[in-house]
């Protein structure tokens, strides 16, 4: 368990070899990917003026950011009013603590959980067990990865690594269940029947946040099966651990968002369940609600004047199901919490660019743009994706190949040096040249030759062309 804020990701190019050897994993994935890529086009494309509601979706994202302070102590003060409590947590330490004291108060052996990215985020589910309180997962697909003992490889959708099959078989080990098939309905049937328990028996749940409303104190959640909704209605303590990226000023403010996140998350017009509750009702619902505010390094995110765009993520998982590296690599590869693109600009930001593992996630990008073009609040991932590279690079230790580049970008600055170093190329070359060609240079230059020919340099370079060229003209 980390000892603050979030979890330190494993090296991407080994976690990436593991997932990439793994096929069946791979086809899981190409398969789920490529499914809700294009129904996520036929349902964006139903609005003419889709491009108008991202437009506003990013700028009431960035509104709330320019003054977050103060709409986090408005949200503060509007919880209160309804009869809850607030806390704040400056890290994951903090935030795991207060969640862990608030269920031990209550004498919680076991809670449930709404599926819940930030409690992820902060290992919660780990300090909880430590504390001898067993947290029940009960989304289904977060339910499958508890049950096999595994990690989210999706933001959405956590287990999109599996197939049906390696969920029966699971099914059948661990929760004993008898199922003659492996129809997606069987499958739920079974988890239904095993939460059925835990929603009508369990005094205390655990939630995330999608959005809060500062002037009225509401908080929102979103999903697809409506075991959120049990979550936030049966039990008699819900606490809520939410980023204070996202909260909103004002109660139309979520209006966009409403279109923004179903049609980019599960290509729905509308999400089956969508939750708003507001403090404590008596008489109905939860009696006791507590809601806390997490940091997590997203102050120092909120600092940086490019890098704090990445705090508009509505957390949708449109980039993950676009990005040509996710769909090879999987989740598991970034072996980070935040997986695909936001995650590469996202977790090295939550770690104040002092996490090696982490920093090599900028990398782990073709810059092609898709994910930018997907993004319903139109988070510029590529343009932070090159300017974290820029300053992750500062922070390394200088080895050969950081020096090579400032040694080309040194002989590049002056036209001299160019035609020099061609010049001395073109005579270097000779042992290496075969049929016109380069097939293998030596040491580190190795790698570019790997898998392609180098075209050998010409006698004469443009520039000595052109300069005949205008003596003879």
């Given amino acids: 368990m980390s000892a ?34 294009e129904k996520r086009l036929r349902a964006v494309a139903e609005l003419p003026d889709w491009e108008e509601i991202r437009t506003r979706g990013a700028a009431l994202k960035d509104v709330a950011l320019a003054d977050l302070a103060e709409h986090l102590l408005m949200l503060e003060a509007s919880v209160k009013r309804r009869g809850g409590q607030v806390h704040w947590a400056r890290d994951g330490k903090e ?45 289904l697909a977060e339910l499958i990865v508890q049950l096999a003992g595994d990690t989210p490889s999706h933001i959405l959708v956590p287990a999109i690594h599996k ?98 996140l179903p049609r980019s998350s599960t290509a729905e017009r509308m999400n089956p369940y969508t939750s708003f509750w507001s403090g404590v009702t008596p008489g109905d619902g939860p009696q006791e609600f507590h809601l806390v505010l997490l940091d997590n390094g997203r102050t120092d995110v909120l600092a940086d004047k490019v890098g704090r765009e990445t705090l508009r993520c509505i957390r949708c998982s449109a980039c993950l199901n676009v990005c040509p590296v996710y769909e090879r690599a999987g989740g598991h590869a970034y072996g980070s919490v935040y997986p695909g693109p936001i995650g590469a600009i996202l977790t090295p930001q939550l770690l104040q660019l002092e996490d090696d593992n982490a920093n ?97 340099f010409p006698a004469k370079s443009f520039r000595e062309l052109w300069r005949e060229e205008g003596q003879h003209g």
């Fill in 4 to 37: 603050g804020g979030i979890r330190p990701p494993r090296p991407f190019p080994d976690a990436a070899r593991e997932t990439l050897q793994d096929t069946q994993m791979r086809r899981n994935l190409k398969h789920a990917t490529t499914t809700i890529r």
């Fill in 95 to 139: 935030a795991r603590r207060i969640v862990a004291d608030l269920a031990a108060a209550h004498g919680a052996k076991e809670i449930i959980k709404v599926k819940s990215i930030s409690s992820d985020e902060i290992e919660l589910n780990a300090e909880l067990e430590a504390r001898g309180i067993h947290a029940v997962e009960t989304d």
């Fill in 163 to 260: 197939n049906r099959a390696e969920i029966r078989e699971l099914f059948r080990r661990e929760l004993g269940a008898d199922l003659p098939t492996d129809e997606p309905k069987v499958l739920a049937e079974a988890a239904r029947l095993y939460l059925r328990e835990k929603f009508l028996t369990t005094k205390v749940a655990v939630s995330g946040a999608n959005f809060a409303i500062a002037a009225t104190g509401t908080v929102c959640i979103v999903e697809s099966e409506g075991n959120g909704r049990m979550c936030l209605t049966l039990p008699d303590v819900l606490i809520s651990v939410m980023g204070i990226e996202k909260v909103l000023p004002e109660w139309a403010d979520i209006a966009p968002f409403m279109q923004l």
């Fill in 360 to 456: 090599s996630l900028p990398w782990a990008s073709s810059l092609c743009g898709a994910c930018y073009d997907a993004c319903p609040v139109k988070i510029n991932i590529p343009e932070i994706l090159i300017y974290l590279r820029g300053q992750i690079t500062p922070h390394k230790t200088p080895n050969a190949e950081s020096i090579a580049m400032k040694t080309a970008a040194w002989i590049f600055n002056e036209p001299f040096r160019f035609e020099g170093a061609l010049k001395l190329a073109r005579i270097g070359q000779g042992p290496l040249v075969q049929h016109g060609a380069i097939h293998a240079l030596p040491g580190l230059l190795g790698g570019w030759t790997s898998s392609r020919n180098l075209p050998a």
